[in-house]
């Protein structure tokens, strides 16, 4: 189990990587500046966010990732809200993230008010962008797909340090709902069967929005997985004009659940997602994640490792481990 854990992070990290260059950039434009996305590349220089970024560099959707496991690791895998927003918030200084338009829309605002003293939660209410579900994939390791409640439950209490709302905490506990389904099962049918079964309970955990239902958007992008399950360039395409794959949660994460559907491999599931266009880097982390469950390390070509490694300076075995020991414990 401890080498699928592994899969999952290090199929975050690929799909945040290989989705950088092009990151909210229109479908048009990517196709424009790059033809196809083949490979790990550098930053785009014209790009307002990639730019900062080298070969390989994950963005803030993995490092956050990793932080709230930093938190957690610290406080024994009991979520705390003051502990995490802390660890996050060390993590942005460092990285200058409020200087450098590193931050999601949510995220930048959230924890500017925790900076200052105050209590986010009258604007982590309103959220509806996709902030906690581009970081929660590794705690879909966590649980098997029977502790549906006890997964959610769990989510809700990481991911309203920022995000409260009923749309972001649903999105994220279905990312990580999706995580823990393929670890178990390997099966992408079942795979949505579990993300779609979490929605009623997901949703009642967060404050209302003016939202549709994730399980609307997401069932409509299956049926577009399966009408071009031959033709990768139509269903993105048919994809993208669907949703714009935008940072809202109601369209990336759908997008990111379809293609983890359609690739069902790390590699293919990276590449998607950099050519969709749109928030490209976070629906990689996320699809790619679910992906790097299926089968582990074994599933992901050695290069594309090689190439995380190199050009980031993170153990990304401590953090299996110790999601492997906790998932033992409970």
Known sequence: MEDKILGVLYGMAIGDAMGMPPELWTRKRLIKEYGEIKYFLDGHPKNEVSYQYKKGNFTDDTAQALTILDSLIETDFKPDSKNIAKHILNWAEKENAFENNILGPT??????????????????????????????????????????????DYVFNISKVTHSSDVTIASACMIAMA?????????????????????????????????????????????????????????????YNMTGATVNAIDSIPCAIAIAYYAFNVKDCAL???????????????????????????????????????????????????????????
């Open 107 to 152: 995220s930048k605002i959230t924890l500017s008010m925790i900076k200052e003293g105050k209590d986010p939660k009258e604007f982590s209410d309103k959220a509806v962008t996709n902030g906690s579900a581009m970081r929660i994939a590794p705690i879909g390791t966590l649980f098997t797909s029977n502790q549906k409640k006890e997964l959610c």
């Open 179 to 239: 995580v823990s389904s393929v670890l178990d099962n390997k099966n992408k049918e079942e795979m949505i069967k579990d993300v779609l079964s979490i929605e009623y309970y997901a949703m009642s955990l967060g404050a209302e929005t003016i939202t549709g239902l994730l399980s609307t958007r997401i069932k409509y992008c299956i049926e577009l997985a399966k009408k071009y399950k031959n033709d990768k360039t139509k269903f993105l395409e048919s994809l």
């Open 272 to 330: 998607m997602c950099a050519n969709l266009g749109g928030d490209t880097d976070t629906i990689g982390a996320m699809a790619t994640a679910i992906c790097g469950g299926i089968n582990g390390t074994k599933d992901i070509p050695k290069d594309y490792i090689d190439v995380i490694l190199n050009a980031n300076n993170t153990d990304f075995y401590k953090y299996s481990n110790a999601l492997a020991k906790r998932r033992c414990a409970l």
